[in-house]
Structure formats: structure tokens, C-alpha cells
Antibody, heavy 124, light 108 residues
């Protein structure tokens, strides 16, 4: 079945870096755009970044621009989020979520399915 | 950026009752590119509705979505015990993709 599994979360000090991974299975990973969405403890959902099927087109939220980089390795069916200069406000569960099409600008860009999430805690 | 405002913040209802959730956008959502998700505590969000009114695969027909432009709604015709959760609307018509702040449907 279609599945997304995140990993790489943990506790990290402010200013340090962390890389999250999202392993995909059950579908042709290289056919789809895919995104990262986060949820701070007890709060709502916030879109973080998205990447097109071929890794060429990327977009990210202003709150992480210049600090976070989204990338993918289609040969490994894996999505990444490189997070640098982490802040306490980045503390959240990070989900990867697939869209229904290949580009970031297509019509069918709703998120389904979602992974189970990985918790990132930024604290000294 | 399109800001989505959901109301009410909390809805207190009994099983069997009808729930109507609202999502208002700060500007028109192109192509009615609006989705609804359900989130149970400790779980990932689950897609319910896409393109404002299309039910996702496997979603019971007691869930329905409607609306266009700036005003959208999600209706649960008869609440089942498993429907008590938080619901989010999401627009994917323009970057940055944005979510509403959520409506909690709780047992009265």
C-alpha cells in the first residue's frame, strides 16, 4: 500500500542542524510532487516546503526560507528536509505529504497520503 | 498569502447531531482548490474532501463539502463517535499553501 515514513527527528540545540527523511513505498515516487508540513505542539498545521517530481522546482514558507532546504533522491524513493540554524519556534511534528500530480502548480495539489510524522525539538 | 479563518473554534455536539463547519478565505480560492482534513489526537491528518466538494476514497457519505470563492463549509450529517476530532481546511490554489486554524468537534 501507499506509505510514507519519516525519520531523523530528535532533540537539537538552537543554531544546530538536522536532516529529516521521508521514505516512500507503494507508488512511483518519481511521478509526484511532495511536501513537508509541520505542527507545533497543540497548534495547527503549517506548510513548510514542496518539491516537484523531478526535484527542479521548489518552494518554501517565508518562515524557513534561507534556513531549510527540501530535496529528493528518486533513485532511493526518499524526500529530505535539511534544517539549519534551528530555532525553538521550529519545534514541531514534521509530516511529509504527497500530492496527486507531478508539478507544484498543477490542479490536484491536495495532500494525500501523509506520513505518521517525526518530532523535532529545539531546546538547549 | 491567502488566510483561512475557520469557525467556530469549538463545536460541542452529541452523537447523531449535524455539524456544520465554516472556512472563510481572505481572497478567492482559485478553482475551488480547497480541501478538508480530519485529525485525531496523536495521528496524522486524513483527507476528507478535495476540490471543495469531492469526497476522498473511503470517506463515508455523511461527510460533504460545499462552497466556492471565499466561503466554504464542511457538513457532517449525523455525528458518529469516531467523528469527534479536529478539522482543518486547506487551500492549494496558490503558494504559499495555507491551512485554517482548525475546528474542534467535541462531545457535548
Amino acid at each position: 500500500q501507499v506509505q510514507l515514513v519519516e525519520s531523523g527527528g530528535g532533540v537539537v540545540q538552537p543554531g544546530r542542524s538536522l536532516r529529516l527523511s521521508c521514505a516512500a513505498s507503494g507508488f512511483i515516487f518519481s511521478d509526484y510532487a511532495i511536501h513537508w508540513v509541520r505542527q507545533a505542539p497543540g497548534k495547527g498545521l503549517e506548510w513548510v516546503a514542496g518539491i516537484s517530481y523531478d526535484g527542479i522546482n521548489k518552494d518554501s514558507a517565508d518562515s524557513v526560507k534561507g534556513r531549510f532546504t527540501i530535496s529528493r533522491d528518486n533513485s532511493k524513493n526518499t524526500l529530505y528536509l535539511q534544517m539549519n540554524s534551528l530555532r525553538p519556534g521550529d519545534t514541531a511534528v514534521y509530516y511529509c505529504a504527497r500530492t496527486q500530480c507531478s508539478s507544484l502548480s498543477c490542479r490536484a495539489n491536495w495532500f494525500d497520503p501523509w506520513g505518521q510524522g517525526t518530532l523535532v525539538t529545539v531546546s538547549s | 498569502e491567502i488566510v483561512l479563518t475557520q469557525s467556530p473554534g469549538t463545536l460541542s455536539l452529541s452523537p447523531g447531531e449535524r455539524a456544520t463547519l465554516s472556512c472563510r478565505a481572505s481572497q478567492s480560492v482559485s478553482g475551488s482548490h480547497l480541501a478538508w482534513y480530519q485529525q485525531i489526537p496523536g495521528q496524522a491528518p486524513r483527507l476528507l474532501i478535495y476540490d471543495a466538494s469531492s469526497r476522498a476514497t473511503g470517506i463515508p457519505d455523511r461527510f460533504s463539502g460545499s462552497g466556492s470563492g471565499t466561503d466554504f463549509s464542511l457538513t457532517i450529517s449525523r455525528l458518529e463517535p469516531e467523528d469527534f476530532a479536529v478539522y482543518y481546511c486547506h487551500q492549494y490554489g496558490a503558494s504559499p499553501w495555507t491551512f485554517g486554524q482548525g475546528t474542534k468537534v467535541e462531545i457535548k
